[in-house]
């Protein structure tokens, strides 16, 4: 694939991400081939740290570092041999970005999981933001800010294989043993799922198998992954994450929501593009109706993630997990109930 093809296939991404979409075309229009995308990323990022130490304000400062925490971060979904370099250096930059615009930011670790927790400290509920297969806690900003707005507390982390865990991780189908551990760490008695591409199913699964799961949404998130359909650059990829053919194959046989579906016993969205169409996987209609509290928000011209759809579906979703999560704060989480979050009639 060309530089300029692989930019434009991800430009969507990006700008949903929040990088500014004219420096964005103007990094990759740059490019002499695909192979220089790592350096370009890192350079563009290490000229916003630049900034940052210019900068007049403390806000300035903070604003610079979360911008090249983005850039390093997408330094790494194209080649990239500083790949784990450029990971562990948007860690380090939302951390300083999060030390000066909100200080009240904790750093949460476990063993299988890293990551950020915002918003009041008092927060009646708290919601998990889990990436995908390349993504990581640094690239969704706009879902995590339209949280924090509703007065939530959120944790946007990285698990296994994932950000800055990536180099030392392997990708794993259990992920409910992950968000157990989350769970655990944060001290809540229930949280919300927001999971992304392959944080979809993760979410799910987990939303299946983990009681203290009080609603969940899923964002372009599989039912069913089927390897022998996948793309190359998805099979090259799912091979980097899970370390080796016969582990990714093996994982990607285990990405089958059908058996799992009935058992969520908690509200579900399940949010898709009519324009992610990628093959060998099976989109989310089957999950939302075979799940007992299901509902589904098609949007059809969203693309994968859904970057240039927002309007259609952001705010909808971040309304709907709120009014879940609340309406199970306001029942005292009784054992037995399950909040029959309302559709918003926008949809």
């Not at 919601?127 to 959120?154: Q, W, Y």
């Not at 987990?206 to 998130?221: F, I, K, Q, Y």
């Not at 992610?276 to 109706?289: F, Q, S």
């Not at 007992?292 to 952001?314: E, I, K, S």
Request: glycine residues 10%.
């Amino acid at each position: 694939m060309s530089a300029a093809d692989f930019a434009a296939a991800n430009l969507s991404r990006a700008t949903g991400a929040g990088l500014d979409p004219h420096e964005y075309l103007r990094v990759t229009g740059e490019l002499p081939d695909l192979d220089r995308w790592g350096e370009a990323f890192m350079r563009a990022a290490r000229g916003h740290l630049a900034r940052a130490g210019r900068a007049a304000t403390a806000i300035s400062a903070g604003e610079h570092f979360r911008v090249a925490a983005r850039w390093f971060h997408f330094a790494t979904l194209g080649p990239n041999p500083e790949r784990a370099l450029a990971a562990a250096e948007a860690d380090t930059a939302m951390g300083r970005a999060l030390d000066l615009l909100e200080p009240v930011a904790r750093r949460v670790e476990g063993p299988d999981f890293a990551g950020w927790l915002r918003g009041p400290a008092d927060a009646a509920a708290t919601t998990v933001v889990v990436p995908g297969l390349d993504s990581s806690k640094e690239e969704f900003h706009n879902v995590i800010d339209a949280l924090l707005r509703r007065g939530m507390a959120v944790f946007a982390m990285d698990g296994p294989g994932q950000g800055m865990l990536a180099a030392t991780t392997t990708v794993r189908a259990d992920y409910h043993r992950v968000l157990g551990q989350v769970i655990d760490a944060l001290g809540a008695e229930h949280v919300g799922l927001v999971g992304l591409s392959l944080g979809g199913y993760y979410v799910v699964e987990s939303a299946a198998r983990e009681p203290r799961v009080a609603a969940a949404v899923t964002v372009s998130g599989p039912f069913r992954l089927h390897w022998d359909g996948l793309p190359p650059l998805v099979r090259d990829l799912l091979v980097q994450r899970a370390g080796g053919e016969e582990a990714a194959r093996r994982f990607a046989g285990q990405v089958d929501l059908s058996a799992l579906a009935r058992r969520i016993a908690c509200p579900l969205l399940v949010v898709d593009g009519g324009q992610d169409v990628i093959p060998g996987v099976t989109n989310g209609e089957p999950l939302a109706r075979l799940a007992r509290h299901g509902q589904y928000l098609h949007v059809p011209h969203g693309d994968h993630l859904l970057g240039n759809a927002r309007p259609d579906w952001l705010a909808a979703a971040a309304d709907w997990i709120s009014a879940a999560l609340r309406e199970r704060v306001e029942c005292g989480a009784r054992a037995g109930d399950v909040p029959a979050a309302v559709a918003p009639s926008s949809w």
